[in-house]
């Protein structure tokens, strides 16, 4: 496959086309696939446990698993399947942009957590939206807002979590909302993404078939030790 028959979306994970450091790699995970402990809070989207989307993303994820170059991702655990709706705080990103104003960047995360608690125990939830899959990638699937009135509602959200929190993280406007179901140990070669930009196309394109609309579970306020388990601690219920 031609270089310039990847994909923009795509290009990131090419080794030809992208020679910088893997982000996460060796604090997240390390080069055997092992989770690390990386401690935060964050506010996600689980699936719904047992739905037809749910089925249909598992599906999906299995079929990641059987491709060349699997080898060199770091899949999660199935059970930690979800949408960031806003990014919390973390222990290894301990920056003013990523941190409420006012409060020490030294402050341990397990305060962090309980002073992030008590503000949102005052957040009033937005209104429901749908999610719907733009693209699939070797990390995962990106998603979408599925209407208008859905993007309209995910920058409402995000625009009072951020006042309420006190940060805004230099994406906050362009983030792009996903499921991950791993991470990049390594690059692709060539041979490698010449099998994946086609397969990740069949991808998008059955889940589309299967689930038109990403069926999640109403926004909850989590804490984290690593990658593989998101607490619930508050449950956001849309309006």
């Known amino acids: 496959m031609p270089l310039s028959a ?19 790699l060796g604090r997240r ?14 506010i996600v989207s689980h699936l719904v446990e047992g739905s037809d989307s749910a089925e249909a993303v598992l599906q999906m994820r299995e079929r990641y698993r059987a491709m060349p170059g699997a080898e060199t991702l770091a899949f999660t ?3 930690s399947l979800h949408m960031t709706l806003f990014q919390g705080i973390i222990e290894s990103r ?13 402050t341990p995360i397990d305060d962090m957590t309980a002073l992030l608690s008590d503000r949102l125990a005052l957040f009033a939830p937005g209104p429901a939206f749908q999610m719907v899959v733009s693209h699939a990638t ?13 993007k ?8 009072r979590f951020a006042d309420l929190l006190g940060y805004r993280h230099p994406d906050h406007e362009t983030y792009v ?16 993404m010449g099998a994946w930009v086609p397969f990740l196309a069949e991808v998008e394109a059955d889940l589309r078939r299967l689930t038109p609309v990403i069926a999640l579970r109403p926004p909850a306020f989590c804490a984290f030790d690593d990658m593989n388990h998101f607490e619930e601690l508050l449950v956001f219920d849309p309006a």
């Open 6 to 24: 990847i994909p923009d979306h795509l290009r990131f994970a090419s080794s030809t086309l992208n020679a910088a450091p893997i982000p996460h």
């Open 138 to 150: 070797p990390l995962g699937l990106q998603l979408e807002g599925a209407t208008e009135a859905d």
């Open 177 to 192: 909302f996903h499921i991950t179901f791993a991470y990049m140990i390594e690059r692709f070669d060539d041979e490698t």
């Open 152 to 159: 309209a509602a995910l920058k409402d959200w995000r625009n």
């Open 29 to 42: 995970y390390d080069t055997n696939g092992s989770f690390l402990t990386e401690r935060g809070n964050t």
């Open 94 to 106: 301990r920056e003013a942009t990523f941190w409420p104003a006012g409060i020490p960047l030294e």
């Open 77 to 79: 655990a199935a059970s």
